[in-house]
T-cell receptor, first 112, second 119 residues
């Protein structure tokens, strides 16, 4: 079983839709969770990080962590074509908080 | 957040040769990380590079194939040695400025990557 599982999609939605991206993880010792966005031919860009269970909101983005079910989500409201990218969930933990384990990534396309 | 400059951005290499990738950071950081992203795949950690000590490699990666240098707190190199077509990937460096950026949501920064094609 992979440490972080993510539905690879691809996911295609119309502009303005609410997008839900999801990951599950297997090790309850994980403490920090992140969502990255990666545009084609670019490095990953940190969108959000969360530490505890609950929701964290930043503009159109909401990250949600449910530690009891080992489930993390990213919601994008009022999606835009510029949101079209690959979204990667990741966890940090262990001996170094900078050592990240990534999910497979979900390819999102928002069409006008 | 830290700004990372990675060179080269892309290269096409002959099998059997080696390529050294450079990663320069605009601030001092404790840890630097090298990742590989194979076509259509997610990122896999190759090794962790600390200044003044040997790099720590993840399972499946060895120093002879991926030697790493970390001469100071702002610079690191990754060499891909004796390349084969299976080494065709994007190689990314990342820095852990977590503790200095803890409250600003800019904890883990990536370079733009080196796209390597081995022919």
């Amino acid at each position: 079983q992979k440490e972080v599982e993510q539905d690879p999609g691809p996911l295609s939605v119309p502009e303005g839709a609410i997008v839900s991206l999801n990951c599950t993880y297997s090790n309850s010792a994980f403490q920090y969770f992140m969502w990255y966005r990666q545009y084609s031919r670019k490095g990953p860009e940190l969108l959000m990080y969360t530490y505890s269970s609950g929701n964290k909101e930043d503009g159109r983005f909401t990250a949600q962590v449910d530690k009891s079910s080992k489930y993390i989500s990213l919601f994008i409201r009022d999606s835009q074509p510029s949101d079209s990218a690959t979204y990667l969930c990741a966890r940090a933990g262990g001996t170094s908080y900078g050592k990240l384990t990534f999910g497979q990534g979900t390819i999102l396309t928002v069409h006008p | 957040s830290a700004v990372i400059s990675q060179k080269p951005s892309r290269d096409i290499c002959q099998r059997g040769t080696s390529l050294t990738i450079q990663c320069q950071v605009d601030s001092q950081v404790t840890m630097m990380f090298w990742y590989r992203q194979q076509p259509g795949q997610s990122l896999t950690l190759i090794a962790t590079a600390n200044q003044g000590s040997e790099a720590t490699y993840e399972s499946g990666f060895v120093i002879d194939k991926f030697p790493i240098s970390r001469p100071n707190l702002t610079f690191s190199t990754l060499t891909v040695s004796n390349m084969s077509p299976e080494d065709s990937s994007i190689y990314l460096c990342s820095v852990d400025d977590w503790w200095s950026q803890r409250n600003s949501n800019y904890g883990y920064t990536f370079g733009s990557g080196t796209r390597l094609t081995v022919v």
